[in-house]
């Protein structure tokens, strides 16, 4: 805990921890050291994580990497980070983001950005760590912690991971309580670990997944021993290749990359099918479409009443203009912007035409994978991103899209509610990370660590 402690002040340029907690990471440190001597050793005991901004921790500012919440700390911890504590684990503080976990580089976070420890060969370019779990991402991938904890919406786990040559797993949603997480797109939202490796992704998932009576949408059903479960072997397993992932304009090395994975689990066994998933194409729009209605309902609770940041209130303002002036001030662009797109595609006269039709194409997406689940197929495998991590400031607050199409591969596995991971496989010409997904059936989480086991 405390080389994770100094580590941690001395890499003060990466921005990763935007809350450091020493005093509790040391007391927990020191029950760990108790509990061990006891003879009591849960799995994660007296491992040091980090912990990203959105969840809540009891005391500890918990800001979403937004303005808005400015101040707040919360009276509650969230049943993964409680659940994280019960198996021993230390806090060493509250890692950067973007804002309401809206992004795909942690360049939207009031903090400012998270920087990747890697970069490109000789040259100096300060790269993202992607988003939104940015700060997760660069904090492990340059070790000042063992390990930390991600949510994944559309890819903010999996993308991160990629683009810092970390381990990184969202589970099947459910399999996680999001009670104590601060809500994005609630239908989509699921916590994960990200890790050094396979394994630790395995031992740390085990002790935050589970059964929560305070989260409606969590699954009750049996933890298994994830870490029991990595064999290394995938023999006779089904991986399937679908053929909409193959987009144009793919660079070479992540085709090589896609190419060379699949030739990995070729050599460990496995039996490599084509497979189609036809609605690919609909995925990114569909979630571009729910996520923001979502967010728009999900951040209506941010009024200047309830929770941290309220407007100074010129003579003559009513409770209109404290709404207003204290959204103005509290949200940041993408966070407005996303709340804009919400509340429109919400509106009376537009909801059939998108939100519903967003939601019918949703069903598609799902029964596209079910049907290459139903078929035979264990697990599937694409490229966790379209490209190895690319410059700050690199792409262009004009064109948000450009940025959305980061997450062309992940979110079809949200909007299925399906576990995902990515694992890093290789590496660019400049020696950047680079990573490959693998989805899997729902709930068999175990199975598909067992086969990126087999990848890593
Ligand atoms: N980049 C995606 C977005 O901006 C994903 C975010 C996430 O998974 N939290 O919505």
Redesign the pocket.
Known sequence: TQACLSAIDAAGALNAFVHKTPEIALEQARAADARLAAGDAPAMCGLPVGIKDLFCTKGVPSQAASAILEGFKPEYESTVTSKLFDAGSVMLGKLNM?EF????SNETSVYGNAVNPWRRGNDDTALTPG???GGSASAVAADLCLAATG???????R?PCAFTGTVGIKPTYGRCSRWGIVA??SS??QAGPMTKTVRDAAIMLEAMAGHDPKDSTSADLAVPNFEAMLTGDIKGKKIGIPKEYRLDGTPDEIVKLWDDGTAMLKDAGAEIVDISLPHTKYALPA??VI?PAEASSNLARYDGVRYGHRTTLAAGDGITEMYEKTRAEGFGH?VQR?VMVGTYVLSAGFYDAYYNRARRVRALIKKDFDDVFAAGVDAILTPATPSAAFGLGEMNDEDPVK??L??VF??TV?LAGLPGISVPTGVDAQGLPLGLQLIGRPWEEGDLLNTAYALE
């Open positions: 973007d976990a809206m992004g795909s988003g939104s779990s949510t994944d919406t559309g890819g903010s786990i993308q994005f797109a989509l939202d979630y571009y996520a993408e996303r940025m959305y980061n997450d992940t979110v949200n």
